[in-house]
């Protein structure tokens, strides 16, 4: 059974500051990894997906990186912005890939 | 381009009452998804339908709950006989084809609240 864990749970950093969150799944037999973005009260945005093929895929200041083989992936966050303060969930498609495992997601407060 | 489109976005029953949730895909879309989230907890599938099929039900609870895709109109999640632990948001997600190959985009939203 894949189980997909987020690290760390909550995090809160000033403005300007480079981060990553971090994603570990246990089932590396993943067809791709997408990360998503959710704010309070609100929907889920994608951010990235990484094809299984693929080891990054960049997208402005974020950048999201794949280890298929130890079961890894990695959020980078450039020159965070109060902005992206959201709970940022990273997520795999199992069960023949209709049905997507999250992670318990990342808090992130970026402060002035 | 309208994305998926959930309504109501805020729902509130007593205990005992039935709950429907509605969701219509993004144009063109013939996947939908269900999720769940209840508070504290992360999102957790619940079934993945296509037109007039269920086609995994495996995160559905197997009593009060029944999901459906018509063939016209949206796709509807039933829940009879609510219970405070049926409080939680219901995401709708769709896709044009498997979520492997394709992202899934995902509506805002219900919140049930149950008294």
């Known amino acids: 059974k894949q189980e997909v864990t987020q690290i760390p749970a909550a995090l809160s950093v000033p403005e300007g500051e480079n981060l990553v969150l971090n994603c570990s799944f246990t089932d590396s037999a993943i067809y791709n990894l997408q990360w998503f973005r959710q704010d309070p009260g609100k929907g889920l945005t994608s951010l990235l997906l990484i094809q299984s093929s693929q080891r990054e895929q960049t997208s402005g200041r974020l950048n999201a990186s794949l280890d298929k083989s130890s079961g890894r992936s990695t959020l980078y966050i450039a020159a965070s912005q109060p902005g992206d303060s959201a709970t940022y969930l990273c997520?795999?498609?199992?069960?023949?890939?209709?049905?997507?495992?999250f992670g318990t997601g990342t808090q992130l407060k970026v402060e002035l | 381009n309208a994305g998926v489109m959930q309504n109501p976005r805020h729902l509130v029953r007593r205990r005992g009452q039935e709950a429907r949730l509605r969701c219509s895909p993004v144009k063109g879309h013939s996947h939908v998804y269900w999720y769940r989230q209840l508070p504290e907890e992360g999102l957790k599938f619940m079934v993945y339908l296509q037109k007039e099929n269920i086609i995994d039900e495996s995160g559905m609870p197997k009593e009060r709950f029944s999901a459906e895709f018509p063939k016209e109109g949206p796709s509807i999640l039933r829940i009879q006989q609510v219970v405070r632990g049926d409080s939680a948001a219901y995401f709708c997600?769709?896709?044009?084809?498997?979520?492997?190959?394709?992202?899934?985009?995902f509506g805002p939203g219900t919140r049930l609240l149950v008294l």
């Open positions: 997600a769709s896709s044009p084809e498997l979520a492997g190959k394709e992202t899934q985009y």
């Open positions: 997520a795999v498609p199992t069960g023949g890939g209709n049905k997507l495992t």
